[in-house]
């Protein structure tokens, strides 16, 4: 396979690129904040009297995502329930070996709706709308949303080649390894990686497979160019422990709030 030109895995010069599709994956138990939400899964936490997972439903609408499916696993009925009583319209696909496997398999089970290019968040994220907005006003159709040093433990860091495209995620760096910043968990994918993505892991994979995207998408990297968006000042926080949870109550939502 030859390598793919830079120049066909950015939009149109001068253009944005803003999916209208998203993809969120939200089938993981979350054991390390099992005292928090043993009776339903972690996207279900609420924080500020709002379930994480309809911050990111609400914050993709506002910038005109119309489509969105939600991968679920743990405790799946729980999110039928909700979703069932909201009102809120989505599409449910349920990895029921969420216990065996990564995230790259409940992303593989999403992929046969990714008909478009497509934003891809974890659930168990906190952030600003600019967040989005930010991935939303690049040209290019793969990138991946990076933050500066957020300290909050657990980090995946990315690590960036000369030409700001992404080289590794990995949460252990080498000492001669510089982080170009953090791993949000928010990456714009276009259709052309996505199914590069399911073609690799069901290539080179065997069920159970517990790999996580940011593998898959470490592996493409070296012949598929992904461009990072770095916001060294994003207010974000990830929720997967009572640590995250306390930073993203007491930090992240207050500094959110705050006006401008």
């Given amino acids: ?12 010069a001068g253009c944005t690129h803003s999916p209208r599709l998203a993809i969120i994956l939200a089938a993981g138990m979350g054991t390390r904040l099992r005292t928090m939400h043993d009776n339903s899964p972690k996207g279900l936490l609420k924080i500020d009297d709002k379930p994480i ?3 990111s439903l609400d914050a993709l609408r506002s910038i005109g995502v119309d489509s969105i499916v939600v991968v679920i696993g743990y405790k799946a009925e729980a999110y039928r329930e909700y979703f069932s ?24 089970l999403a992929l046969p709706h990714a008909t ?11 952030y600003e709308r600019r967040a989005l907005t930010e991935l939303a006003s690049t040209q290019a159709i793969d990138c991946i949303l990076v933050s500066g040093r ?5 980090e995946v860091h990315v690590l960036a080649d000369e030409d700001q495209c992404l080289q590794e995620l990995t949460k252990f760096p080498s000492s001669d390894q510089t982080p170009y910043g953090e ?10 990686l996505g199914s590069a993505m399911a073609t690799r892991f069901q290539k080179q994979t065997r ?22 968006k770095l916001v060294k000042d994003l207010i974000w926080g990830e929720i997967d422990d009572e640590t995250h949870y306390r930073r993203v109550v007491e930090t992240v939502l207050p500094l959110i709030a705050r006006p401008d």
């Fill in 183 to 192: 791993l949000v968990g928010i990456s714009k994918i276009s259709r052309s």
């Fill in 116 to 126: 478009e290019d497509f934003f891809l968040l974890e659930s168990d994220l906190v």
């Fill in 85 to 108: 009583s909201s009102g809120i319209s989505v599409t449910l696909v349920e990895n029921t070996a969420y216990a065996q496997t990564g995230s790259m398999h409940s992303l593989s």
């Fill in 150 to 154: 957020t300290a909050q433990g657990d």
């Fill in 53 to 55: 997972i309809e911050r």
């Fill in 1 to 12: 396979m030859q390598p793919t030109t830079r120049s066909s895995f950015t939009a149109t």
């Fill in 207 to 228: 069920f159970p497979s517990r790999e996580d995207y940011e593998e898959c998408l470490t592996a493409l990297s070296r012949e598929t160019p992904i461009k990072l």
